[in-house]
């Protein structure tokens, strides 16, 4: 007799520590360039730039580290502006880059906002800022050399430089005058003797986050009382500090941490810890922002490749990380675009001069000029599907999928590799539309219908899995290797539920 089983929670992310066997219902074993939908259910990551503007800005220096996002006044006035190790580039809505500041000798420049005015500084220089035209100027009342933490309380807080180091010695302005700078405005974190050394910091609303490598502290006053919040752990790239939901987000050598100001820092990504234990990666240039209900972090997987290769995508409401394959050295959100809508944006971290626009094609782009599309291959792997008692062996005969775009679907029975039997879903056009082959960027279909897709996989065995794949060139069995010249595919795969549709044998087997 035919039974069925539905498939329909894909809400709680990768599961890289639970044995396949007993991992619980909505994680993946296994997952690559899928997120998590806003509605039920997940689909593919979109890439970055397009074929005919494979970036935003060209900064023609290498070695971009540092993006901010500046709006200036009047409001409607918004730029980017990046740090490169010698000079200050503000980028237009247009991708217009201009030299604001032409003498910058260090590679950890830091960015505050205040009042429409951008404040940066670099550890080994002075201060400058920037209202929105002209060139950077330097800031009066001789501020500390060091790294910007932020601004709290209407005060600009600094880690000042002391003997070259950055150690745990914190500076702060006169409300509302960053070119004031008295000297009693200075405080020690954790008191005299403490060696760690400041990372960076995150302002809250109850106060100044300060991480150093080691500890965490907790400046709670403007002046500068301050309680150690982590005795053991700090942060290890100032980069993938970044505030979601009153809570900083970060990394450190167990992983992705949130706090607010509580004991001890929270590891959130205990799911993924084979990523941090295992694979040793190199977290000092992390980067790391709040966007899409969440965190991005992006970071150097250390497996071969010399940049930051890998993206975890942190859900706090659902406690969901996702993988994908973003390489940004770092971040910036906002609404940059004349519609106003929030956008993000990064420098490549395969080669720094480049600024793109993420999430915003259906392929990544390589540094060639006008561009060279390459595909986003992803997979998403469901846990070893409850089909009844182990003791019986199963046949699907059938998988129904509600989703949209093209989506191949394969099997795997009792935890072996995934079989050569596949399938290919194939939607209907969604809206009736099509995608404008001019522009591949641009989005035509009259909207995201779901449809029913039906495949026949005919796979044996007791435990049963599904993988879906999708990429950005076998939507089409004869689609051409992607470059230029050719469309990549913008179906955005979406899975939101699968009905598995199987028989069961009536006899007990003992193996399959």
Not at 133 to 155: E, M, Y
Not at 330 to 338: D, E, F, K, T, Y
Not at 474 to 493: F, I, Q, R, W
Request: glycine residues 12%; negative net charge.
């Amino acid at each position: 007799m035919r039974q069925g089983v539905f498939v329909s929670d894909y809400s709680r992310g990768v599961d890289l520590v639970s044995n396949p066997a007993v991992i619980e219902e909505g994680f993946s074993p296994a997952s690559m360039n899928f997120r998590l939908a806003d509605g039920p259910g997940i689909e593919k990551v979109l890439g970055y730039g397009t074929t005919a503007s494979p970036h935003l800005a060209d900064l023609t220096d290498t070695g971009g580290h540092e993006l901010t996002y500046f709006q200036a006044t009047p409001a409607d006035t918004k730029f980017l502006v990046a740090a490169t190790p010698t000079k200050w580039k503000s980028i237009t809505v247009g991708g217009t880059v201009t030299n604001i500041r032409t003498t910058a000798t260090a590679a950890n420049t830091t960015f505050a906002s205040y009042n429409g005015v951008l404040y940066g500084l670099d550890p080994g220089d002075v201060m400058h800022s920037w209202t929105g035209s002209g060139s950077t100027s330097v800031v009066g009342g001789s501020p500390p050399q060091g790294i910007i933490l932020g601004v709290w309380s209407n005060r600009l807080w600094v880690a000042a430089v002391d003997g070259g180091i950055l150690k745990t010695i914190v500076r702060w302005s006169d409300a509302g005058n960053f070119a004031s700078w008295p000297v009693g405005n200075t405080v020690t974190l954790g008191g005299a003797g403490v060696t760690d050394q400041i990372v960076g910091g995150q302002p809250l609303s109850d106060g100044l986050m300060v991480f150093c490598k080691n500890s965490t502290f907790l400046i709670y006053d403007t002046d500068g009382a301050n309680r150690i919040v982590d005795p053991q752990y700090g942060c290890k790239s100032r980069k993938s500090l970044s505030v979601v939901d009153g809570f900083v987000y970060g990394v450190n050598d167990k992983g992705v941490f949130r706090t607010n100001g509580g004991f001890p820092l929270e590891i959130v990504s205990r799911r993924v810890d084979p990523l941090f234990t295992f694979e040793n990666p190199t977290l000092t240039d992390a980067a790391g922002v709040a966007w899409n209900r969440g965190y991005l972090l992006s970071y150097n997987r250390n497996t071969g490749n010399a940049y930051n290769d890998l993206t975890l995508d942190v859900y706090p409401v659902e406690g969901s990380i996702m993988i994908n394959q973003y390489r940004s050295t770092c971040w910036a959100a906002g609404p940059l675009p004349a519609s106003g809508d929030q956008a993000l944006y990064f420098i490549d971290a395969g080669n720094t001069r480049y600024v793109r626009t993420a999430f915003s094609s259906g392929a990544f782009l390589t540094t060639a000029s006008p561009g060279v599309a390459t595909d986003i291959s992803c997979y998403y792997e469901t846990a070893p599907l409850d089909l009844g008692s182990d003791s019986y062996l199963k046949r699907i005969n059938l998988v129904r999928l509600v989703g949209r775009g093209d989506i191949y679907v394969g099997a795997k029975v009792d935890y072996q590799d995934f079989s050569s039997v596949t399938d290919r879903f194939e939607f209907p056009a969604i809206g009736g539309g099509v995608w404008d082959t001019a522009l591949w960027d641009t989005d035509t279909w009259a909207g995201y219908a779901l449809f029913e897709g039906y495949a026949r996989l005919r796979v044996r065995g007791r435990r049963i899995a599904l993988r879906f794949y999708e990429s950005s060139q076998n939507v089409e069995d004869a689609k051409p290797v992607l470059d230029y010249a050719s469309t990549a595919d913008l179906g955005g795969a979406g899975i939101y539920n699968a009905e598995i549709l199987f028989n069961a044998s009536s006899k007990r087997r003992q193996s399959s």
